[in-house]
């Protein structure tokens, strides 16, 4: 039978159009690969150029405001960034950001434990240092460095925000 | 011989597969570190980003050479 006319006009059939040859998946893969070292390369500029941040000094509390094994929780260093302050022990203040370093959800303390729990995923850090004990948070709570000034304890910086 | 040619250009893009996964996996874990504040792994995690590239393109031209030859 006599090719129609149109198949010179047309050559290639539909379902051979949408094949990828090796070529154009050697350069698909090549071009990814390009486009992760430019990220590593961003991250790289990045972490050049950072600026130090200028963090601003907050009263957090009065040390007879909290009892041993109390919490009490304040905003640092703005307004939307809950904090908790836990007095573990008679002369031991520790502060942490409450988001978890997840999905930012908030942290809630076991001091009785020694741990600060993270019910959304069943996260769980250490209260001593902030450290990730177990479960999927990738990173420990940005810690809050305080400064006791006689009886009262400031907020000074963030440290691992 | 042109099946052997065709093996050569599928291994190399297998390991080319290879190797871009241990690239994103080196991106992310860049990214983790200098969220976590680890600033020092950034240039580490670039330099051999940039290798693991170098390795692709050589790759992918050794793959394009013997298809070259192929044709
Ligand atoms: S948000 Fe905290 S564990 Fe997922």
């Known amino acids: 039978m006599r090719e129609p ?6 050559p290639v059939a539909t379902g051979d159009e949408r094949m990828v040859t090796r070529r154009q998946f050697s350069r698909f893969l090549l071009l990814t690969s390009l486009g992760m070292f430019v990220g ?9 150029f950072r600026r130090a941040t200028v963090y601003p000094e907050l009263r957090v509390a009065r040390v007879a405001d909290v009892p041993v094994q109390g919490v009490k929780l304040f905003h640092y260093p703005g307004p939307d960034d809950p904090c ?6 008679e002369d031991t203040f520790v502060a942490y950001g409450q988001k978890c370093t997840h999905l930012s959800c908030a942290v809630l303390p076991k001091v009785a434990e020694g741990k600060l729990h993270c019910p959304c995923h069943e996260g769980w850090f250490a209260i001593d240092d902030g450290r990730v004990l ?28 | 011989m042109k099946s052997r040619r065709r093996d050569a250009i599928d ?7 290879v190797l871009l996964v241990v690239q994103m996996w080196l991106l992310t874990a860049a990214l983790e570190a200098d969220l976590a504040g680890h600033h020092e792994a950034a240039l580490p995690g670039a ?6 590239f170098a ?7 050794l ?3 013997v298809h070259a030859r192929h044709d």
């Open chain 1, 40 to 48: 590593n390369l961003w991250i790289l500029v990045r972490s050049r």
């Open chain 1, 5 to 10: 006319s149109w198949r010179t006009d047309f």
């Open chain 2, 47 to 52: 330099v051999l980003s940039g290798l693991l």
């Open chain 2, 11 to 17: 291994g190399a893009l297998a390991l080319l597969s």
């Open chain 2, 63 to 65: 793959a394009e050479r």
């Open chain 1, 84 to 89: 908790l302050l836990i007095r573990t022990a």
């Open chain 1, 134 to 161: 177990q479960g999927p948070p990738p990173r420990p709570l940005p810690r809050v460095v305080l400064e006791r000034r006689g009886e009262e304890l400031f907020a000074v910086r963030i440290e691992g925000a």
């Open chain 2, 55 to 61: 390795a692709c393109v050589a790759l992918g031209l």
